[in-house]
């Protein structure tokens, strides 16, 4: 340990520095875990900060590894304690990296905890208004860490504090206007802090954090409006936030969008984010959203229904998301012809169209199919099995004829699907209606990869533990069934040997 001490001092002597920072740098890989954290007390890194007072972008590179290094073998806070004078320099340093190494530091600090070194870090007004400047940072790895800092600060009770005082809101509103990519890098942060809780909600209210966000929506710059709609995307995946945007009318401004969009071809521009948006809601309240907002309801079926090219893809990934849940499958279904009309244009998706189509399609249908282990219910089970005939005039063969084909990208969601299906006992009989089927499910070695194979295995093991399996396959499948799920996903027999005992 004498000679990493002397190493460090030798920084002091100013000569050679990048020599020795390199020695450093060799000696902090060598020495064992825990080493440098007992011989701590008896080193003062001091002047490997002064080493980031160069021109030099080599020895800044070098000091911030070495920086890197000694923090990982020590404790965070004791560093920040003894240090922290040293940080705020690093904080306005004109390279970017050790503005970078120091946020990181500082948010490890911040999730050690201490009460005491917290409350000394949000006294410390200076260090964190300038972490907040650097949020604005022209770097953007910089300004993504002010960003996790600043999120990490005001989940602390002392940071709230800070974060929410009048004056600090004011100094983050001034830093938003040296760019608009700035600007909606902060109202990422609201939104962010907005979603933890209706507390921080309304604190972000409190400040007025929020209404300048909504309020761009109004505005004329198209491009600024797209980055809100995928800001408000996410503030919707929390009720609380998703309740304070319906109780603001905002839905209902974007269900007028859409109704007018005929007639402002700027809506146009906006409909993705827009159906983005309402698919997020209505993942959460289905029925209130597709019977309250008629233009968006109307525009989603319209655009599947006719295919359109424009929005065909967000449309059908919305659908999706809204019938994944059980609710969503029973809100749908109160559109009896017009989904009919879906599961129709779905199908004809399946037999031709291009594989990122079919495979965003197969993706879809497996939301809209899987019943979250409802398998009981006759009346989830008779909707899925009603969606599922309207595909086409054999849907189970071509979905099975999908999971044959070679192109993986394909093969595996459509093995997901299947996955889904075969636990519903009417699919059940469609697969035991289907030719080889059982030999193909239990032939793992034809699969092209491990997904593919564990998948396999997956609806095998469905089967061998469902009920309804036994009397409709009979009781020789079934016993080949447990047996390979009691096998494993690793063991492979020859597709002649399955084939042999299934007629055995």
């Not at 070098?62 to 004791?78: A, H």
């Not at 929410?164 to 942060?189: D, W």
């Not at 005929?262 to 983005?276: A, C, E, V």
């Not at 990934?317 to 009309?341: R, Y």
Request: aromatic share 10%; net charge negative; charged share 25%.
């Amino acid at each position: 340990m004498e000679d990493v001490i002397r190493l460090f001092e030798s920084l002091s002597v100013g000569k050679n520095q990048i020599e020795v920072l390199e020695q450093l740098k060799a000696f902090f890989v060598a020495l064992p875990a825990g080493y440098l954290r007992q011989h701590a007390p008896n080193i003062d890194f001091r002047d490997v900060f002064e080493c980031l007072k160069t021109s030099d972008k080599k020895q800044v590179q070098l000091t911030c590894e070495v920086i890197r290094k000694i923090c990982k073998n020590l404790c965070p806070d004791q560093v920040y304690l003894k240090y922290k004078d040293n940080y705020l320099e690093c904080l306005n340093h004109s390279e970017p990296l050790p503005r970078e190494v120091i946020l990181e530091q500082l948010q490890l600090v911040l999730r050690a905890g201490s009460p005491n070194v917290m409350t000394d870090l949000c006294q410390n007004e200076e260090l964190v208004y300038k972490c907040g400047s650097l949020i604005g940072d022209d770097e953007l790895s910089v300004a993504k860490e002010a960003q996790r800092f600043l999120f990490l600060l005001v989940s602390t009770d002392c940071g709230k504090n800070l974060f929410f005082k009048p004056s600090f809101c004011h100094h983050l509103e001034n830093v938003s206007t040296r760019s608009e990519a700035v600007r909606l890098r902060l109202y990422e942060l609201f939104v962010e802090i907005s979603c933890c809780s209706e507390e921080y909600l309304n604190l972000c209210l409190g400040a007025n954090l929020i209404q300048p966000l909504l309020a761009e929506l109004s505005g004329q710059d198209l491009l600024v409006q797209l980055n809100i709609l995928e800001l408000l995307r996410s503030f919707s995946l929390h009720r609380h936030t998703m309740l304070y945007l319906i109780n603001q009318g905002i839905l209902d401004q974007m269900n007028q969008a859409v109704a007018t969009r005929n007639d402002n071809p700027t809506s146009n521009f906006l409909m993705s984010g827009i159906t983005k948006l309402f698919g997020v809601v209505a993942h959460l309240e289905p029925k209130a959203v597709l019977h309250k907002y008629p233009a968006f309801t109307s525009f989603l079926f319209d655009t599947i229904t006719s295919r359109d090219a424009n929005y065909l893809s967000i449309s059908m990934e919305t659908f999706g998301f809204i019938g994944e849940t059980l609710e969503g499958k029973v809100a749908l279904s109160e559109f009896g012809n017009q989904m009919d009309e879906v599961f129709s244009v779905f199908g004809s998706i399946l037999r031709s169209s291009s594989n990122e189509t079919r495979i965003r399609c197969i993706n879809v249908l497996t939301k809209l199919f899987d019943l979250k282990g409802q398998v009981e219910s006759n009346d989830f089970l008779q909707l899925m099995e009603s969606w599922f005939m309207k595909l086409e005039r054999k849907p189970f063969e071509t979905i099975v004829n999908i999971c044959k084909q070679p192109f993986e990208e394909l093969r595996q969601p459509a093995l997901k699907l299947l996955s889904v299906l075969i636990e519903q006992p009417w699919c059940q009989h469609l697969a035991n209606s289907q030719p080889g089927l059982p030999e193909f499910l239990m032939d793992k070695a034809v699969e092209p990869n491990q997904e593919c194979r564990n998948t396999k295995y997956d609806i095998v093991a469905k089967l061998s533990r469902s009920p309804s399996a036994k009397h409709i396959f009979g009781e020789g499948l079934s016993k080949l069934f447990q047996e390979h799920f009691r096998e494993g996903p690793y063991f492979f027999r020859s597709q002649a040997d399955v084939a042999m005992e299934s007629r055995q």
